[in-house]
């Protein structure tokens, strides 16, 4: 099996993060819960929605203060940029830097709102010089990611910065399968994977009871459901796991 079969379910989102960083630190890929908001808050990719908005002609200020300062456009005149536009964007690139105009941007932005979201994504590459990518490339780029969910999908200029806003953890699951997936119970949902490891199945962790909360005080209901959503996200091999001794707040407990 791969690596991307493989999915360790945990009680909280704390507890995935701490998991993950054990894996990474021994060596194995992982993907963890809150890959994608990490992901969509990084520079390229907050760099490539500018750059579809100056495209299909509604960059605002802010948009053109991502992409052309990094180009090296205008001289540096930072205080152009309030009037630039998208007809003085292109120019600028023509007069500046034309071996980076892709030919897509001289369409007319109906036109390209019409394109597949890969077309613009490597116009993108191109204008940037972030050099030829392959979606095998580095699982840690987030340019790697962008490309897998513009060759996985059928988004268009049009949507495709919405597509992006409105991705989750769960959207990555098939993507990109050399990754063990690690998530929450609950950021599971609707989720299914060949094998599961399901940690933490101790006392006072699943079900799970914050410190100094009574156990009459615990929604044993709805940890059972939770309980239950982790075990059926399996598909074929369900591991539970518990621990002989644990460590809370630096004390051991057997």
Same mark, same amino acid.
């Given at each position: 099996r791969g690596y991307g079969d493989i999915a360790?379910? %945990?009680? %909280?989102? *704390?507890?995935? &993060? $701490? /998991?993950?960083? *054990?894996?990474s630190r021994a060596g194995l890929p992982v993907r963890r819960s809150g890959a994608v908001r990490a992901w969509r808050s990084s520079a #390229? &990719?907050?760099q490539f929605l500018s750059f579809v908005r100056i495209a299909l002609g509604v960059g605002r200020p802010f948009d053109?203060?991502?992409i052309v300062p990094p180009l090296g456009l205008l001289g540096g005149a930072v205080e152009d940029l309030p009037k630039m536009n998208r *007809?003085?964007?292109l120019a600028s690139i023509k007069e500046g830097a034309p071996e980076r105009l *892709? #030919?897509?941007l001289l369409r007319s932005p109906e036109e390209i709102a019409a394109e597949g979201a890969m077309s613009l994504v490597e116009a993108?590459?191109?204008l940037m010089e972030y050099g030829p990518r392959s979606p095998g490339q580095d699982a840690d780029d987030p340019i790697h990611l962008l490309l897998v969910m513009a060759q996985g999908n059928d988004w268009t200029g049009?949507?495709?910065a919405s597509r992006i806003r409105s991705l989750n953890d769960g959207d990555l699951v098939g993507r990109d399968n050399e990754r063990i997936q690690v998530l929450s119970l609950r950021a599971s949902k609707g989720l299914e994977f060949p094998v599961v490891f399901l940690l933490g199945c101790d006392e006072?962790? $699943? #079900?799970?009871?914050? #410190?100094?909360?009574?156990?009459?005080?615990?929604? /044993? +209901? +709805?940890?059972?459901?939770?309980?239950?959503v982790g075990m059926t996200r399996a598909q074929q091999a369900l591991y539970l796991v518990g621990s002989d001794l644990r460590t809370v707040q630096g004390e051991a407990l057997a």
């Open positions: 360790v379910l %945990t009680r %909280t989102h *704390a507890h995935a &993060v $701490l /998991i993950a960083e *054990a894996l #390229p &990719v907050r053109f203060r991502m *007809a003085r964007f *892709a #030919p897509l993108f590459l191109r049009a949507d495709v006072d962790w $699943l #079900p799970f009871r914050r #410190p100094g909360q009574s156990p009459d005080d615990v929604d /044993i +209901e +709805e940890e059972r459901r939770l309980l239950y």
